[in-house]
């Protein structure tokens, strides 16, 4: 067997003796003494992880299995590795990402707000794990809904499909549009983390809608994925909307949802919605300020 084929064949062991070798032993209370080698010592993660020195030498040779999980951590914070590293780390040993540590995040930063702001003709909103909409553009206010003028528990998506009538009314699929957002709530939460006010949304639709409810306890799993979604617009009647989902790299908790017009005659639909708002000189914010840091 080739050198490459037995280091590709230990990726974890080579992963930690690479992050061992980068480490400042004098940044971490190390006394600076002659090292014939640059980085910590086999021992001295050892102790910092809080495993015994033979099996993390074995570790790096790849005569071990699996750590668990525990252990992964303290190695990567023995290790001192960042985010993107600790999940690779734990990538390289189980074959999947760690759990969340911590709540996920539901800021927008401004490079994402500005790629949405320039789809001026296309509607387009960030939205959180739970279908929460936390950002959006002008042509999404226009066409889908006016989540400026909403509070932030009002621009559920969820809340809109299954307790608000009035948004009921407009949605000529509503039975096909409700079945899979709750798949997609489902998978969305499950891949995040079921927060707690996840918990709590899916307690206040059971209690308040039958058809939540029976959805939700129908356990269906769907990706957001791509299709074609109508609307019944109060000014111009149907538009046919080709609809596409983005996950926001590195926000397990964000994706993006893109609407484009699905023919020449939606697309006129929707240029005649947006040139009526622009010229009733509508003022408004583009991102949740609650949640925009």
Request: charged share 25%.
């Amino acid at each position: 067997m080739s050198e490459d084929n037995r280091s590709d064949q230990n990726r974890l062991g080579n992963y930690l003796k690479d992050r061992r070798s980068r480490l400042d032993a004098a940044s971490l209370g190390y006394p600076p003494s002659r090292r014939r080698t640059p980085g910590l010592r086999r021992e001295e993660v050892a102790l910092r992880a809080n495993v015994s020195t033979t099996w993390y030498t074995w570790l790096e040779q790849g005569r071990e299995g699996a750590p668990s999980s525990e252990v992964l951590e303290r190695l990567a914070r023995a290790l001192v590795l960042s985010e993107i590293e600790r999940e690779y780390l734990f990538l390289l040993a189980q074959n999947r990402p760690p759990a969340l540590q911590h709540p996920p995040e539901s800021t927008v930063s401004p490079q994402l707000q500005r790629l949405l702001d320039a789809m001026e003709t296309i509607p387009a909103f960030i939205k959180t794990a739970d279908w929460t909409v936390v950002a959006w553009n002008r042509a999404a206010i226009t066409v889908l809904a006016d989540y400026s003028a909403m509070p932030l528990k009002q621009r559920n998506v969820l809340r809109m499909v299954f307790l608000n009538t009035e948004k009921r009314r407009l949605m000529p699929e509503w039975e096909n549009i409700a079945g899979f957002l709750v798949a997609n709530f489902r998978a969305e939460t499950a891949r995040a983390g079921m927060s707690d006010t996840a918990r709590l949304l899916i307690d206040e639709l059971s209690a308040a809608s039958p058809e939540f409810q029976a959805l939700w306890l129908d356990q269906n799993v769907r990706n957001h994925g791509e299709g074609t979604k109508k609307i019944q617009h109060p000014e111009v009647g149907i538009i046919a909307l080709d609809y596409s989902s983005f996950a926001v790299d590195g926000n397990p908790n964000l994706s993006m949802v893109v609407y484009n017009p699905a023919t020449e005659h939606d697309k006129a639909n929707v240029l005649a919605l947006l040139k009526r708002s622009s010229g009733q000189n509508l003022a408004y914010d583009t991102v949740d300020r609650e949640v925009y840091k």
